[in-house]
């Protein structure tokens, strides 16, 4: 696949809140995803496909419910996307909110290698 290719189905399946598959489709084995900071029970840094897996279903757990997920259009400069995702979620035991951040994700050899969150 092509970054332009990837990017529009990444998009699209973040829109469907498909975070799984997107994963198990797109990543590559030795895929890295770097948060902004370090919280309980999350590292800053998650290495491996099957870390990252993990820990989608980690975050999915503490999920009660799910509201709208809206994500832009991505822009791509050579082989970086980046769009801005909104969750509109709420938390088990806390408030409904939305959670807003920029996704940037790095492609090589047809699948993304790094995912990076900035809020």
């Given at each position: 696949?092509?970054?332009e290719?990837?990017a529009?189905?990444l998009a699209?399946l973040?829109?469907?809140e ?5 994963q198990k ?7 890295v995803?770097?948060e902004?900071?370090?919280?309980p ?6 290495r491996g496909?099957?870390a990252?897996?993990?820990k ?6 503490m ?7 809206v994500v832009?259009p991505p822009?791509?400069?050579?082989n970086?996307?980046?769009?801005t995702?909104t969750?509109?979620i709420?938390?088990?035991?806390r ?10 994700y790095?492609?090589k050899?047809g699948k993304i ?7």
């Amino acid at each position: 696949m092509t970054v332009e290719q990837i990017a529009a189905r990444l998009a699209g399946l973040c829109r469907e809140e498909k975070f799984d598959v997107a994963q198990k489709e797109l990543y590559a084995d030795d895929a890295v995803s770097i948060e902004p900071y370090a919280i309980p029970g999350f590292e800053k840094e998650t290495r491996g496909l099957e870390a990252l897996i993990e820990k989608d279903k980690k975050f999915s757990a503490m999920v009660e419910a799910r509201y709208g997920t809206v994500v832009s259009p991505p822009l791509i400069a050579g082989n970086v996307i980046a769009f801005t995702l909104t969750m509109d979620i709420k938390l088990i035991g806390r408030d409904r909110t939305k959670m807003n951040e920029l996704c940037v994700y790095h492609v090589k050899d047809g699948k993304i290698i790094s995912e990076q969150f900035f809020m």
